[in-house]
């Protein structure tokens, strides 16, 4: 598969402060990546900075083969970067559906499509954003990644404290958008035993630097080498450690 991101020699943080050092990955056209690491290792700080919302020190981001490094959010997401932050960025004042047809773009990805995934989303079309449950408005958020039809989309612990049952149809959801949709994904999670049954590869951050990358079926079997890095051998939502809110280096 061809590469569709690049990420070379990436350093950048916010203001002086420098939270990664030298990245260098790929994600290949229709692959799907985890980005694991403990609390503060530079996972959220690598997501923003492919977004474009850090301080840019060194190295470059190309997609599909063309440079973004430059670019403003704006622009990156015009490129085709899809981005579910951690606060999700929902319209709390708009319906469910003025959520994603205010922001909607032409492609593959239409309103129908995104209600015949998210069915529940459907039946709340026209309750307001904050009427959702926190499930109910990270469906949303990924929706509207969705409905503008990114090349690759990023997604910020999107499992983060939600109810059993809400990470199960969100997980449904991923395999159907990875697999069936071939759409590339970056997906950062604490819960690596989920996530890693969705992706292709995985990376580990320590310290703002990658400290593995392999296969996720491999790094899925090895409990030794995530309890060495990532801090939780095993498997289940309540496998995950603390929450990092606040911590911009997280």
Known sequence: MPDLLNVERLTAGYGEAVVLKDVSFKVAEGQALALLGRNGMGKTTLVNSIVGVTTHIGGSIALDGRDITGLRPDQRAHAGVGWVPQERNIFRSLTVEENMTAIERPGAWTLEKVYEVFPRLAERRNNLGHQ???????????????ILNPRIMLLDEPLEGLAPIIIEELLIVLRKIIREE??????????????????????????????????????????????????????GADGRKGKRKGNSGG
């Open 132 to 146: 959702l449950s926190g499930g109910e408005q990270q469906m949303l958020a990924v929706a509207r990644a969705l």
């Open 182 to 235: 071939k759409l590339s994904v970056i997906l950062v999670e604490q819960n690596a035993h989920k996530i890693l049954g969705v992706t292709d590869r995985a990376i580990i951050l320590e310290r703002g630097s990658i400290v593995h990358e392999g296969d996720s079926a491999a790094l899925k079997a090895d409990p030794a080498l995530r309890e060495q890095y990532v801090g939780v051998a095993g498997s």
